[in-house]
């Protein structure tokens, strides 16, 4: 597999296809870090899940941004919602925000579920956006409004709970993450985590409903291809 060395895997002991490799299972299918280790095991790969955690702990970061540096500008419509997450026994609120296509714009982790919360999400999603959204769509939670109103935004708000289902359903792959890690261990892990892994849904995210399977398998192979460049590899046939 003849690719420059990268120095991101400079004294790292197994190749970088393997590396990545795993990596790309962390964060792209619900799977724990033991199933990767199994995975790897049947191909003759002897590794601990300790240093399968490392790598994506190491290196998640590092695909995330350079997947986030090459995402084309998303959508004019955002959905907004809040969903509780149990932390170390603890009540918190995971924001989430996405576009009208299903692409995740970005998500906070609060203790709060009120205007002050709901304006340190839009705050950060203006920081890195180039532009203010067209419309906000939001469940009826008060917060929203007041939120918008305190920073002077002049941009259509829809307020209904059927019409942010976008929202809602973004939140379904989290849950199953939740399930699969035996919960959260704290905000920062959650923050971490789902930072990382959203980018990486969002490059393996196609939108079915004006595609034929035809361009669907091409965006897939795009997505590959990608994912090959941003780790400097090629997945593990």
Same mark, same amino acid.
């Given at each position: 597999?003849?690719?420059?060395?990268?120095?991101?895997?400079?004294?790292?002991?197994?190749?970088?296809?393997?590396?990545?490799?795993?990596? =790309?299972?962390?964060?792209?299918?619900?799977?724990?870090? /033991? #199933?990767?280790?199994?995975?790897?095991?049947?191909? %003759?790969?002897?590794?601990?899940?300790?240093?399968?955690?490392?790598?994506?702990?190491?290196?998640?970061?590092?695909?995330?941004?350079?997947?986030?540096? /090459?995402?084309?500008?998303?959508?004019?419509?955002?959905?907004?919602?809040?969903?509780?997450?149990?932390?170390?026994?603890?009540?918190?609120?995971?924001?989430?925000?996405?576009?009208?296509? %299903?692409?995740?714009?970005?998500?906070?982790?609060?203790?709060?579920?009120?205007?002050?919360?709901?304006?340190?999400? #839009?705050?950060?999603?203006?920081?890195?956006?180039?532009?203010?959204?067209?419309?906000?769509? *939001?469940?009826?939670?008060?917060?929203?409004?007041?939120?918008?109103?305190? #920073?002077?935004?002049?941009?259509?708000?829809?307020?209904?709970?059927?019409?942010?289902?976008?929202?809602?359903?973004?939140?379904?792959?989290?849950?199953?993450?939740? /399930?699969?890690?035996?919960?959260?261990? !704290?905000?920062?892990?959650?923050?971490?985590?789902?930072?990382?892994?959203?980018?990486?849904?969002?490059?393996?995210?196609?939108?079915?409903?004006?595609? !034929?399977?035809?361009?669907?398998?091409?965006? /897939?192979?795009?997505?590959?291809? *990608? =994912?090959?460049?941003? *780790?400097?590899?090629?997945?593990?046939?």
């Amino acid at each position: 597999m003849p690719h420059a060395r990268d120095p991101l895997y400079r004294r790292h002991r197994f190749p970088a296809e393997v590396i990545g490799y795993a990596v =790309w299972l962390y964060f792209r299918f619900p799977l724990s870090l /033991r #199933m990767i280790e199994e995975m790897l095991a049947v191909r %003759g790969i002897i590794v601990s899940p300790e240093t399968i955690r490392c790598w994506a702990e190491k290196l998640g970061r590092e695909f995330s941004n350079r997947i986030r540096r /090459r995402a084309p500008i998303r959508g004019d419509k955002w959905h907004l919602d809040e969903v509780v997450i149990t932390i170390a026994g603890k009540k918190h609120w995971l924001w989430r925000a996405v576009d009208q296509e %299903g692409f995740v714009l970005d998500i906070l982790v609060q203790n709060r579920r009120d205007r002050g919360a709901a304006q340190r999400l #839009m705050r950060k999603l203006l920081k890195k956006s180039t532009k203010a959204p067209r419309v906000m769509i *939001t469940d009826k939670l008060k917060s929203y409004g007041a939120a918008r109103k305190d #920073m002077g935004l002049r941009i259509e708000h829809r307020q209904h709970k059927g019409l942010n289902n976008r929202a809602e359903n973004s939140h379904q792959p989290t849950r199953r993450r939740e /399930r699969i890690m035996k919960r959260f261990k !704290s905000p920062r892990q959650v923050q971490k985590f789902l930072s990382i892994h959203d980018q990486v849904a969002n490059l393996f995210h196609f939108p079915r409903n004006r595609v !034929s399977a035809a361009n669907h398998r091409a965006a /897939r192979a795009r997505a590959f291809a *990608t =994912w090959d460049e941003i *780790t400097n590899t090629r997945l593990v046939a």
